[in-house]
């Protein structure tokens, strides 16, 4: 089976500008979740979506958004970008048991200057 | 705000050697994830301790949740320099339903042959 696949690998924007970074969780499951990982920290938790319902935020500002698909697929989206916005991007799914780990894409490299 | 207090940043050692690497917080968690996260690619889950007190041991590597659900440790005998990586620990807070971790700051692993 496929793991959890994301896209694009990388990406360079221009501050100001607006991202669209997409994932697709592991087959069977509906629940997916998104983090923030700066170069030398661990991941932050940005957003968990189960069933298309927003069902967790981190303390991340308005201009991060997302939102999750009837296939469970899912976008983050980021506007007016800065250049503190520049880390790898992970998405995660798990199934919906208790202590259900959560299994990683690749993640995306966005860059911006 | 809970945090996830990891020790130490950085670890470089020699082939052979044992290491711990530390996990410490003032909150309780319901469960605690140990992942690895090797350049390029997202976490991998090594394994999930649950129970206060638990120990759990993965070939060469020993984990430990402390009594109180407040700490763990990961306990490496004779590394090797295939162990080199980023470990991360994460923790599950009470009533989570998963999809929300708490990570750590990770400690860099460098085995050197």
């Known amino acids: 089976d496929a793991g959890v696949t994301q896209s694009p690998t990388h990406l360079i924007k221009t501050r100001g500008q607006h991202v669209t970074l997409r994932c697709s969780p592991i087959?069977?499951?509906?629940?997916v979740s998104w983090y923030q990982q700066v170069l030398g920290q661990g991941p932050q938790f940005i957003f968990q979506?189960?069933?298309?319902?927003?069902?967790g935020r981190g303390n991340f500002p308005d201009r991060f958004s997302a939102r999750q698909f009837p296939n469970y697929s899912s976008e983050l989206n980021v506007n007016a970008l800065l250049l503190g916005d520049s880390a790898l991007y992970l998405c995660?799914?798990?199934?919906?048991?208790?202590?259900?780990?959560?299994?990683f894409g690749n993640g995306t490299r966005l860059t911006v200057t | 705000t809970q945090l996830l207090e990891q020790s130490p940043q950085f670890l470089s050692i020699q082939e052979g050697e044992n290491l711990t690497v530390y996990c410490n917080s003032s909150?309780?968690?319901?469960?605690l994830q140990w992942y690895r996260q090797e350049p390029g690619e997202g976490p991998v889950l090594l394994v999930t301790?649950?129970?206060?007190?638990e120990v759990k041991k993965l070939k060469r590597l020993t984990f430990q949740f402390g009594d109180a659900r407040k700490d763990s440790s990961l306990h490496i005998t004779a590394a090797q320099p295939g162990d080199t990586g980023l470990y991360l620990c994460?923790?599950?807070?009470?009533?989570?339903?998963?999809?929300?971790?708490?990570f750590g700051q990770g400690t860099e692993l460098s085995v050197k042959p």
């Open positions: 909150s309780v968690f319901s469960s």
């Open positions: 994460a923790g599950a807070s009470l009533g989570n339903q998963g999809g929300k971790l708490i």
């Open positions: 301790v649950v129970t206060g007190g």
């Open positions: 995660a799914s798990s199934s919906d048991r208790t202590y259900s780990p959560l299994h």
């Open positions: 979506y189960y069933e298309k319902e927003e069902r």
């Open positions: 087959s069977g499951h509906k629940s």
